[in-house]
C-alpha cells in the first residue's frame, strides 16, 4: 500500500517561513511526478507546485512564485516545499500527490494517484 504523510504546517505569522515535507511509503518516487495543492475553506483545490521525477523541472501557480520551491529527495523518498513570505492568502491545509503512471511534472490534479492527509497551514498575526 502506498502512504504519503505530510508534517510541518503549523501557524505563523505573515512574512514568516514554513518547510513542508512528504514522505512516501509503499513505493519508490523516482520515477514519478509529484505535486503539493493546497485547498482552503469554501475554495477548490489548486495546485501549488510540481516537479519531475529527478526534480529538475517544476510548475508553480503563479501567486506562488518567487517565494514557494518544491523539491524532492528520492534516496529519501520524500518531497519537500519550502514556503517564503507567507501571507494570509497561503491559509490553506496543504496535500502532496504522486503521480504513479508518469516522469513528469503536471498541473492536472486529475493525474495524480496518491494524496496524503494534509498538514494545516495557518498564516495570521
Known amino acids: 500500500q502506498v502512504h504519503l504523510v505530510e508534517s510541518g504546517g503549523g501557524l505563523v505569522q505573515p512574512g514568516g517561513s514554513l518547510r513542508l515535507s512528504c514522505i512516501v511509503s509503499g513505493r519508490t518516487i523516482s520515477n514519478s511526478g509529484a505535486a503539493w495543492i493546497r485547498q482552503a475553506p469554501g475554495k477548490e483545490r489548486e495546485l501549488v507546485a510540481a516537479?519531475?521525477?529527478?526534480?529538475?523541472?517544476?510548475i508553480y501557480a503563479d501567486s506562488v512564485k518567487g517565494r514557494f520551491t518544491i523539491s524532492r529527495v528520492n534516496a529519501r523518498n520524500t518531497i519537500f516545499l519550502e514556503m517564503k513570505n507567507l501571507n494570509s492568502e497561503d491559509t490553506a491545509v496543504y496535500f502532496c500527490?504522486?503521480?504513479?503512471?508518469?516522469?513528469?511534472?503536471?498541473?492536472?490534479?486529475?493525474?495524480?494517484?496518491?494524496w496524503g492527509q494534509g498538514t494545516q497551514v495557518t498564516v495570521s498575526s
Open positions: 516537479n519531475n521525477w529527478n526534480g529538475n523541472y517544476q
Open positions: 500527490g504522486l503521480d504513479a503512471d508518469s516522469h513528469w511534472a503536471s498541473d492536472d490534479l486529475s493525474n495524480y494517484d496518491y
